[in-house]
Nanobody, 120 residues
Framework: QVQLVESGGGLVQAGGSLRLSCAAS????????MGWYRQAAGQQRELVAS???????NYADSVKGRFTISRDNAVNTVYLQMNSLRPEDTTVYFC??????????????WGQGTQVTVSS
């Protein structure tokens, strides 16, 4: 099992910045991917950004150039630096942790979600 604790959401004006953090604990050993999804009301969950243990990153087109994902493997924590925020970035952001093992196959764990609100 993996437990995820998120922090850093809040209210910011358009053009401002926020930094989300997500700390993983438990069975975090091995190669894995951490990242962030977001889900607006009535819409499907959308991948925002992800980063592998080795540092490979992936971003949604809508956040490229504005958001930066990073991680500190020593403390099993992933960060999402969000700059130039827009009102359309307003929604709940969910941290996730995924890994694959021969014994258990693919596993995905989710954080509780953190609200980001960008005022115009």
């Amino acid at each position: 099992q993996v437990q995820l604790v998120e922090s850093g959401g809040g209210l910011v004006q358009a053009g401002g910045s926020l930094r989300l953090s997500c700390a993983a604990s438990g069975s975090t050993f091995g190669v894995n991917t951490m990242g962030w999804y977001r889900q607006a009301a009535g819409q499907q969950r959308e991948l925002v950004a992800s980063i592998s243990t080795g540092g490979s990153t992936n971003y949604a087109d809508s956040v490229k150039g504005r958001f930066t994902i990073s991680r500190d493997n020593a403390v099993n924590t992933v960060y999402l630096q969000m700059n130039s925020l827009r009102p359309e970035d307003t929604t709940v952001y969910f941290c996730y942790f995924s890994k694959y093992t021969l014994v258990s196959g693919p596993q995905v764990y989710w954080g509780q979600g953190t609200q980001v609100t960008v005022s115009s």
